[in-house]
């Protein structure tokens, strides 16, 4: 059972076009939802995270909106530039599980052509 | 400050054969994984540990054993390596401290043949 869908599988836009990472989830304790990024031949990274008390949070040019109501988020990216050309996972986690594990996507793969 | 080390980065492996995957942190986490990566699959837990001495099954356990015998360090064992291990093995760790930040290392990639 897949809790968190995420899509598209992959992505390709031009530079300076805003792609769009969609994530749902299935488990109504998730109250933790992080996205990773990876760039090829290197691990995940934390990129930007959010909680369910807010509907938005900005980091740079990276932005989460979050929807508690139809249980999905999304990752949208302002500006993209090819070097954020990369995978990209969501994920999530919940307090009653200590947050001691996170649940993946199964990543998009970005490709921002100059 | 090295943060999270695998080693080794590169195997192959016959099948049957056996093999050790070495994860090791400076951060003095409490917390760590082991994920595989596959086409297509995403990231998928393998087990964890909460803390030195303990361990857990993630998702996908079968074929693998761990320990935590120190907490800087968290072993992932193959017994008998088959064909569907091919895969590249993430560790992370996670500290109560950096909040619910898990870093990752860089990878090791297995290949059994």
């Known amino acids: 059972q897949q809790q968190v869908k995420q899509s598209p599988q992959s992505l390709i836009v031009q530079k300076g076009g805003i792609p769009i990472i969609n994530c749902a989830y299935e488990?109504?304790?998730?109250?933790?939802f992080p996205w990773y990024q990876q760039f090829p031949g290197k691990g995940p990274a934390l990129l930007i995270a959010?909680?369910?008390?807010?509907s938005e949070k900005k980091e740079g040019r990276f932005t989460i909106s979050f929807n508690k109501s139809a249980k999905q988020f999304s990752l949208h990216i302002m500006d993209s530039q090819p070097g954020d050309s990369a995978t990209y996972f969501c994920?999530?986690?919940?307090?009653?599980?200590?947050?001691?594990?996170?649940?993946f996507g199964k990543g998009t793969m970005l490709l921002v052509s100059p | 400050n090295a943060g999270v080390t695998q080693t080794p980065k590169f195997r192959v492996l016959k099948t049957g054969q056996s093999m050790t995957l070495l994860c090791a942190q400076d951060?003095?986490?409490?917390?760590m994984y082991w994920y595989r990566q596959d086409p297509g699959m995403g990231l998928r837990l393998i087990h964890y540990?909460?803390?030195?001495?303990?361990?857990a099954k993630g998702e996908v356990p079968d074929g693998y054993n761990v320990s935590r015998l120190k907490k800087q360090n968290f072993l992932l064992g193959l017994e008998s390596a088959a064909p569907s291990q091919t895969s590249v093995y993430f560790c992370a760790s996670r500290g109560q401290a950096s909040g619910n930040t898990i870093y990752f290392g860089e990878g090791s990639w297995l290949t059994v043949v």
């Open positions: 959010i909680r369910p008390d807010v």
């Open positions: 994920a999530a986690s919940s307090r009653g599980s200590g947050y001691s594990t996170l649940t």
């Open positions: 488990n109504t304790a998730f109250d933790y």
């Open positions: 951060m003095n986490h409490e917390y």
């Open positions: 540990s909460v803390g030195e001495g303990t361990t």
